[in-house]
């Protein structure tokens, strides 16, 4: 990429110095023509009709009669002789350059006159003339040719070479200098209104890209300066002054614009140097509109300071440009230096340091066209690179969404299910509670106010069975998911403890890391229904004097263990009956598994091994 910039750099700067150069001079001898490049000059006033008698003097041309007469503002008359070989044959003639109006004499009779020969004049310099000569206008032998100036000193006035001969040939000449020096300001000026058209629909629907804005308002800018070398009539303004002054104002606004556009790009405010070349600009066109008889022949300041303004934003982006190694910069750069180089030649050209009639700033506009297309394709590009980004960035997040919310949405119809089921169980266990349960109290009551028989006693027992069954089931359902397991384990620690105590048999309860234990309403009665088995198998089967009960939490496990030591049984030989079976049903509910150790004579082991958190 770095060898290919420096290629387009040094490609800019030779066709910049092809610009600049004279075109080839033609061999005029071998074409049959004649190039008349002196003359006799002498001042006039504005109403002179006829050549004076007195005051010629000899001129080389191209010349610009400020260098005789510096303050003459009016006419000047320029006279050419040459020696046609035949009047039979028709002649070219081609004048290839006449500031500002003129009026063409040949052996004393009108070829041509402008039709403005006094302020406003008329702007004859934009393109040469070419008139075809004949008999009886041409003479064999000694022609003269007397050509009217009108002109203004400030304006550069003056006459530049003339071509005389063979029609076809001269007409050839004519039709290239008509090409470089109006169709190609034309074609110039074209492209920086179709520039300025369209980077300003882009700044229309992008308000907050300024950047396209600014440069739109310099490439119209640029473009209505341009129109000052093709406008045929200073139209509508009244004076060549007053044209004047607004051209230079024109080019100061447009270097102005460009700068601040190059900044812009730059990604650089600049807001307190906008805001003084806004003043500037303000300040130049009021001179211009107020003032033009001053601000025309003095617009030499204006033209300088915008000059000045254009070739520092110019050098300025070029160096950040070498600094950041942004390709985009770098490819406008590059295009750039045509642009600086040949405004370089202009500039001379307009404060008369070189003589020419070419202005060669209009050649360079398609290298700006190429340039700004560029920008505007690896904008364009970048942000379709943005853009597809945010797409695959916000379909992904899209899709994180609908998931999190499906997930969410799943969760709360479980939730919802959950709540339901609970609300249901919560309703049936206090209807259990207000009916069967008050009813089962009032007997019990009953028989325990009833003469004390083995039967009122074995019946009795059962019904407070029932009882503690009935109390198990309303406090897991009850409590809830947010009450820990130690405050689900003390009423059936209480009763157990009761019941053990009352068969002869010592019960020892040991709890370790399950204070914040919490399972759901289901899991916890399964959990209790589990240790009441075992204990309710103790207190029937073991014959046991001891038993002890251990809940123990391990990392994300609870471990649940019933020993005793009474009789026991030998696994081998044992069939296992409804209460293990049980258990073990229990255990599968929890998402666990249960182990049993026992031996004759040496007591039964019951372990619970639980998942805390079942996903």
Request: charged residues 15%; glycine residues 8%.
């Amino acid at each position: 990429m770095n060898r290919w910039l420096r290629c387009m750099a040094l490609s800019a700067l030779l066709l910049a110095l092809a610009a600049c150069s004279r075109t080839p001079p033609v061999e005029h001898a071998a074409s049959g023509i004649q190039q008349l490049d002196h003359a006799d000059a002498a001042p006039a006033d504005w109403h002179s009709s006829v050549p004076p008698d007195t005051g010629w003097v000899p001129v080389t041309l191209m010349d610009v009669w400020t260098s005789h007469w510096p303050t003459h503002d009016g006419v000047v008359w320029y006279r050419l002789r040459w020696n046609a070989a035949s009047a039979d044959t028709p002649m070219g003639l081609l004048l290839d350059y006449v500031c500002l109006a003129d009026a063409v004499y040949l052996n004393g009779s009108l070829v041509h006159r402008d039709q403005a020969l006094v302020e406003p004049l008329a702007r004859s310099w934009v393109k040469p003339q070419y008139f075809l000569l004949d008999k009886p206008l041409l003479r064999q032998g000694e022609n003269e040719l007397l050509v009217r100036v009108s002109g203004l000193a400030a304006y550069q006035p003056g006459m530049g070479t003339v071509t005389v001969g063979d029609a076809q040939t001269v007409s050839a000449l004519y039709q290239q200098g008509v090409h470089w020096r109006y169709d190609i300001p034309l074609f110039n000026q074209a492209i920086g209104v179709v520039l300025g058209a369209l980077f300003g629909m882009f700044w229309l629907v992008r308000r907050e890209d300024t950047v396209y804005g600014w440069y739109a308002l310099s490439a119209l800018l640029f473009a209505g300066y341009g129109f000052n070398f093709i406008a045929p009539s200073v139209w509508p303004f009244a004076s060549t002054d007053g044209w004047e002054a607004f051209n230079a104002f024109l080019y100061a606004a447009a270097a102005s614009s460009f700068a601040i556009f190059l900044l812009r790009y730059c990604h650089l405010k600049a807001r307190g140097l906008t805001r003084t070349l806004l003043a500037f600009n303000a300040i130049s066109l009021t001179y211009a509109l107020l003032w033009p008889g001053s601000a025309g022949p003095q617009r030499s300041l204006i033209i300088i300071v915008g000059g000045l303004i254009y070739y520092s934003g110019i050098v300025a982006f070029i160096v950040n440009a070498v600094r950041t190694r942004r390709t985009d910069q770098r490819v406008l750069a590059v295009c750039l230096l045509i642009p600086l180089l040949t405004s370089l030649h202009d500039f001379l050209l307009f404060f008369g340091i070189i003589r020419s009639n070419l202005y060669v700033l209009a050649f360079t506009s398609p290298l700006t066209l190429i340039g700004m297309g560029f920008v505007l394709a690896h904008r364009f590009a970048a942000a379709m690179r943005r853009a597809e980004g945010f797409n695959v960035e916000l379909q992904r997040e899209v899709a994180t969404a609908t998931d999190n919310l499906s997930n969410t949405l799943a969760r709360e119809h479980e939730l919802a299910l959950v709540n339901t089921r609970i609300g249901e169980r919560l309703n049936l266990v206090r209807d259990v509670h207000d009916g069967f349960g008050g009813s089962l109290l009032s007997a019990i009551a009953a028989l325990e106010r009833s003469p004390v028989t083995s039967e009122t006693l074995r019946t009795t027992a059962v019904l407070k069975q029932l009882r503690d069954d009935l109390r198990l089931i309303i406090d897991t359902t009850t409590t809830g998911p947010h009450t820990d397991l130690p405050g689900l384990l003390a009423p059936l620690r209480h009763r157990w403890s009761q019941r053990m105590e009352a068969a002869g048999i010592e019960s020892q309860w040991h709890m370790e890391g399950i204070e914040q234990v919490r399972l759901e309403p289901a899991r916890s009665l399964d959990l209790l229904r589990f240790l009441q088995e075992a204990m309710t198998n103790v207190l029937k089967h073991s014959g046991a004097g001891h038993v002890a009960l251990t809940l123990r939490r391990t990392d994300a496990r609870l471990l649940a263990e019933v020993q005793d030591n009474g009789c026991g049984f030998d696994e081998t030989t044992h069939t296992q009956g409804v209460g293990l079976a049980s258990l073990r049903a229990r255990a599968e509910r929890l998402g666990g598994a249960m182990h049993l150790r026992s031996r004759s004579g040496e007591g039964v082991a019951i372990a619970l091994d639980v998942p805390l958190h079942i996903h």
